[in-house]
């Protein structure tokens, strides 16, 4: 949390305590909230959106949460990241389903090898799978198979390498997180963001080694796959099509979660839907919109200087605030290096369960993920390798700031570009 309160403090009608604006206060109450009382997370959620929402209304005459989320004239409303993160943890939810029901699950430890191995190779597919895909379909699809490989008997700790894979996977690629896109449809390069994955392979060897080894010890893998499950080549293409529409309409639309359910809708007429699967997400859903709108009402309306030290520190924030904003305001900053801040905003939400929709999509799977002292305590490695991953990228690929791609012509900037040779003096 100490990162988050640097933003806290200015002038404002809100009430200050101890110099910190009273919403962070209360942002910060709901986190901990959260980590106390895991099993109504939901609820606790909601409490805190309700207060934050209240206080906003107390002291702030012009104040409006319908413009908040339908947004202005002169500013976009959060309706589009709400509607979008709820059309996909449901819908990804169906498709875990129909994945598992597919066969494939079954078949797979005949392709994984044994021991701590077959888990580590486990979580280097979940890595390859979100770097064209969403996170949330990787630790989704992950998730699943490791149900199946371990016959349901997964470790926390390695529930959270699952979760921390999909997130590093996403990050060196505009199409694999929301993050990147963002970044892309802003203007930056594509190829400035690729270097993130100097850090974030780096990472998982970090943290996937212990992880697998940790699972295999807890519970090995099914090393006999099931000889008599059956290939249902029907439900695969409906797979396919459901990742195929999120990525094309993610590509053209900015809003992956519309090509997710046409395709769920089309597949119906081929394959019995499993709509039994959304009421199991539903308090989970619940919860991480109400986190992200806690979030995006806090009023960060400007960040330190874009330094590589401020970059880091974004990692452990985007652990406990949404990192759709974060970013977006970084990108109205400018000054970045964009592949390293790629890195710490997609990966830093891993260190916590709530810090991604991944963690939060695959918490209806694995309930008891949710206890946020369990998940720190098992899963301690993903913080180690967030922390090492990212200055094995500072040392050897540097610090190089991008100029604002936005900037106005008329007030030039000087952008300070490190090499690893310097940053190790610093």
């Not at 021991?115 to 949330?136: A, C, E, R, T, Y």
Request: charge should be neutral; charged fraction near 15%; include cysteine.
């Amino acid at each position: 949390m100490l990162p988050v309160f640097t933003f806290a403090a200015g002038l404002t009608a809100i009430p200050l305590i101890f110099g910190i604006r009273t919403e962070f206060i209360l942002f910060g109450l709901t986190l901990v909230g959260v980590a106390v009382f895991h099993n109504k997370t939901m609820y606790v959620a909601l409490a805190g959106f309700a207060s934050i929402l209240i206080l906003k209304y107390l002291f702030l005459p012009d104040y409006s949460f319908v413009e908040h989320i339908a947004g202005s004239a002169g500013k976009e409303g959060e309706w589009r990241t709400l509607l979008n993160l709820t059309g996909l943890l449901f819908g990804f939810g169906i498709l875990a389903k129909i994945f598992e029901e597919s066969g494939i699950p079954d078949k797979l430890p005949a392709f994984l090898p044994d021991g701590w191995k077959g888990g580590f190779v486990l979580l280097v597919l979940i890595f390859f799978l979100s770097s064209f895909l969403d996170n949330i379909a990787a630790a989704m699809i992950g998730g699943t198979v490791a149900v199946v490989v371990y016959r349901g008997k997964v470790h926390l700790g390695y529930l959270a390498a699952i979760v921390a894979a999909s997130n590093a996977g996403g990050s060196g690629s505009v199409v694999g997180d929301t993050t990147t896109t963002l970044m892309w449809i802003d203007g930056v390069n594509p190829l400035d963001v690729t270097h993130a994955y100097v850090a974030a392979f780096s990472a998982v060897f970090i943290f996937g080694i212990p992880a697998a080894i940790v699972q295999d010890r807890y519970h090995s893998i099914k090393k006999n796959p099931d000889k008599k499950a059956i290939i249902d080549k029907t439900r695969i293409l409906i797979v396919v099509f459901i990742l195929a529409g999120a990525i094309v309409t993610n590509y053209l639309l900015d809003f992956p979660a519309l090509g997710v359910w046409i395709a769920i809708i089309l597949g119906s007429f081929l394959r019995k839907t499993p709509w039994d699967e959304i009421p199991k997400s539903v308090q989970g859903t619940i919860f991480l919109v109400a986190l992200v709108t806690c979030a995006s009402l806090m009023p960060v309306e400007e960040l330190p200087a874009a330094t590589w030290q401020t970059a880091f520190s974004l990692g452990f924030v985007s652990a406990v605030f949404d990192n759709i904003p974060l970013t977006k305001l970084c990108l109205e900053q400018g000054g970045y290096d964009w592949g390293v801040l790629a890195y710490t905003v997609g990966f830093g939400g891993s260190m916590l369960w709530f810090g991604s929709s991944a963690g939060v999509a695959l918490s209806n799977m694995f309930p008891e993920m949710r206890s946020v002292v369990d998940y720190v305590k098992k899963g301690w490695f993903i913080i180690v390798a967030y922390i090492i991953g990212f200055f094995i990228m500072l040392g050897t690929v540097g610090w190089h700031p991008h100029a604002p791609h936005r900037k106005d012509k008329n007030s030039p900037q000087k952008i300070e570009v490190l090499t690893p040779a310097e940053i190790t003096r610093q």
